[in-house]
């Protein structure tokens, strides 16, 4: 199980064999805003695997601060373009956790991952406060949904 350090978060990346994970899935699936906007964890897994089998990096992690989770974070393949996700758990939104996770995260697979020249967000319009913490964070908008970071 690969760990990251970022500037302000550990990464911890997703086991669906874990059960401590599997319990981490269900807060996250439990919570109305995560189920609008996202994915289940079991259709992230299914595009980490699909790009892994493609030979490109993707993964899916637990974003910890001070050892207390926080959020989840991931890159998967969508149409073969880069896209990262982004989830904070509802009792720690507000604190600008989904901006730092953007700017981090996007800046640690740029650098390290040289086949992705950008990355990708897909934010439904409505989304207001994920859309604010993408372009925060140096995406751009390039169309209704997509953000952009090079």
Known sequence: ?????????????????????????????????????????????????????NGKYSAVYYAYLDGILVGMVGLISILDMPEVVISILKEHRGNHYSRYLYQEYAEYVLKFYKEYKAIYASIQPENIHSSK?????????????????R
């Open 133 to 149: 913490n993408a372009l925060a964070a140096g995406f751009k908008q390039i169309d209704e949904y997509k953000y952009i970071k």
């Open 1 to 53: 199980m690969e760990r990251i350090k970022l500037k302000t978060f550990e990464l911890e990346e997703y086991d669906s064999s874990n059960i401590d994970h599997q319990k981490f899935a269900t807060y996250f699936e439990s919570d109305e805003e995560y189920t609008e906007y996202m994915e289940p964890f079991w259709s992230l897994e299914n595009s980490v695997n699909y790009a892994k089998r």
